[in-house]
Nanobody, 125 residues
Framework: QVQLVESGGGSVQSGGSLRLSCVAS????????LAWFRQVPEKEREGVAH???????NYADSVQGRFTISRDNAKNTLFLQMDSLKPEDTAMYFC???????????????????WGQGTQVTVSS
């Protein structure tokens, strides 16, 4: 079992950047496939980016080319570098982990077992 704690959220103007972090504890993060999701009130949680234990990545079309997911297994930490932020990126961002996720579920909420509490990102125009 793994516990996840996100940090790095905040308020930024359109075009700005933020870097989110997610620290894993309770187990070795390198064993898990990791992802970032986001959610706004009254909408479904949507997948943003996924990274497997080998460092292979997948992105939602809406963030491709602007966001970069990475991991530091030695520090049990997952990152999300967000550049060229837009007001529509405003959401609560969550990190998620699972031992294995199938290809079709990499950006689906149902594919993940462990979740952090979230960190708020607000982008103003």
């Amino acid at each position: 079992q793994v516990q996840l704690v996100e940090s790095g959220g905040g308020s930024v103007q359109s075009g700005g950047s933020l870097r989110l972090s997610c620290v894993a504890s309770g187990d070795t993060a390198s064993r898990y496939e990791l992802a970032w999701f986001r959610q706004v009130p009254e909408k479904e949680r949507e997948g943003v980016a996924h990274i497997d234990s080998a460092g292979n990545t997948n992105y939602a079309d809406s963030v491709q080319g602007r966001f970069t997911i990475s991991r530091d297994n030695a520090k049990n930490t997952l990152f999300l570098q967000m550049d060229s932020l837009k007001p529509e990126d405003t959401a609560m961002y969550f990190c998620a982990a699972v031992g294995y996720v199938s290809r079709w579920a990499r950006l689906k909420k149902s594919g993940y077992m462990y979740w952090g509490q979230g960190t708020q990102v607000t982008v103003s125009s």
